[in-house]
Nanobody
Framework: QVQLVESGGGLVQAGGSLRLSCAAA???????????MAWYRQAPERQRELVAT???????DYSDSVKGRFTISKDNSRKTVYLQMNNLKPEDSAVYYC??????????WGRGTQVTVSS
């Protein structure tokens, strides 16, 4: 069973930066690149929101709310996907989750990492 482990969350002031990481355990390195990967977030009493996606071909998409501030990337050799978050705003505060999937496998979810942005 694939296991995803997020890290890098924390408390930061508005305008600051954080980099989230999501490492895939129990996944063969040679198949990691085949997965599409995404970051979601969920704030209290709100629905889970898709933030950014990176596909197997490295093409990316972002929600309008983070476009120009967040960057998703991946390192196939480390089996890790990243979310660089700059110019953070209080409304970015949420639990951030990573997800890996293909057309025939997953989605697999991490347990989440808390991001809190103070004003």
């Amino acid at each position: 069973q694939v296991q995803l482990v997020e890290s890098g969350g924390g408390l930061v002031q508005a305008g600051g930066s954080l980099r989230l990481s999501c490492a895939a355990a129990r996944m063969i390195t040679s198949v990691f690149w085949q997965y599409d990967m995404a970051w979601y977030r969920q704030a209290p009493e709100r629905q889970r929101e898709l933030v950014a996606t990176i596909r197997s071909d490295r093409s990316t998409d972002y929600s309008d709310s983070v476009k120009g501030r967040f960057t998703i990337s991946k390192d196939n050799s480390r089996k890790t996907v990243y979310l660089q978050m700059n110019n953070l705003k209080p409304e970015d505060s949420a639990v951030y989750y990573c997800s890996f999937y293909t057309s025939s496998s997953g989605p697999y979810w991490g347990r989440g990492t808390q991001v809190t942005v103070s004003s």
